[in-house]
């Protein structure tokens, strides 16, 4: 939805904008090109690669400054490049492409490779070494709560069984592990697919870095600015709506204590969200499950 996305930051000539998933710089390529030579851009990654190719794509693009930082760290990743307030951010969130298509970062079950999963493989533990050692409880849960398996409980056990006779260190494992104990899934997935979504989500806090990102976004964006974020999935899809009307509707007080539609200070305008058209799901399969959700900065909330 790279159109939708330039159209929905309404991007300023001269304003001052973040990419906050650059991934391999598609995005933040094209806000580029709607800027002038007076605007300025941050791009964060968490992911070294990114950041890498990057460097070397954009080489001699003075107006993009890349942070290697997760989106969490907006506020002080922006203010250590000189901005601490701007026009427009956009986030792309889930995993990116080149993450999806690379063996050896262990996000798909589509190749064999090293069951990683790890955004940033500097920081944290491998997928892998979490299954070593999580409880068969705390397992469940996980892929009950971050991939809706109806079938969590039994996978689980299977893991925990499984991990007692051998490791399981490979994508090919547990993507036959999981299909193996299965007993029904829908036809158009793999059966492995939200066990793999889960066990990403928790291995890199996807959902507790969207939730601390976003009131930063908020208190970065000068009044009039825009806040574009394209999510993937349900848990992605009510975290961003929800957040959006709770600053549309402003300060939280009180049922008990009468207060005026005055006084709620609301921080953002919501906009209505879209789905990409039929043509780029045919081009983009992944596109599929992407909505893009955008809202206007009040400036009640802005430092």
Known sequence: MLEEVVEALKIRPGGVYVDGTFG??????????QLGPEGSM??????????RAGRDVFAMESRLKLVHRPFSELAQGCHEAGFDQGDG??????????????????????????LDMRMDPGQGEPASAWLARVEAGELADVLFRFGDERYARRIARAIVKE?????????DQL???VSKVIPHHEKSKHPATRTFQAIRIKVNDEL?????VLPQAVRW?????????LSFHSLEHRRV????????????????????????HPRLKSLKSRRPSKEEVANNPRSRSATLHFAEAMGDGNA
């Open 24 to 33: 391999r710089g598609g995005h933040t390529q094209a806000i580029l090109s």
């Open 42 to 51: 941050v791009a964060f990654d968490r992911d070294p690669d990114a950041i």
């Open 89 to 114: 951010i956009f986030f792309d969130l889930g995993v990116s492409s080149p993450q999806l298509d690379t063996p050896s970062r262990g996000f798909s079950f589509i190749n064999d490779g090293p």
């Open 163 to 171: 991990r007692e006779v051998k490791a399981i260190e490979t994508t």
């Open 175 to 177: 993507a036959a592990l």
């Open 208 to 212: 507790g870095q969207l939730e601390r």
């Open 221 to 229: 964006l000068r009044p009039g600015g825009r806040l574009v974020v």
């Open 241 to 264: 709506k929800k957040f959006i009307r709770q600053e549309v509707r402003g300060d939280d007080f009180p049922i008990e204590i009468p207060v005026l539609q005055s006084q709620l």
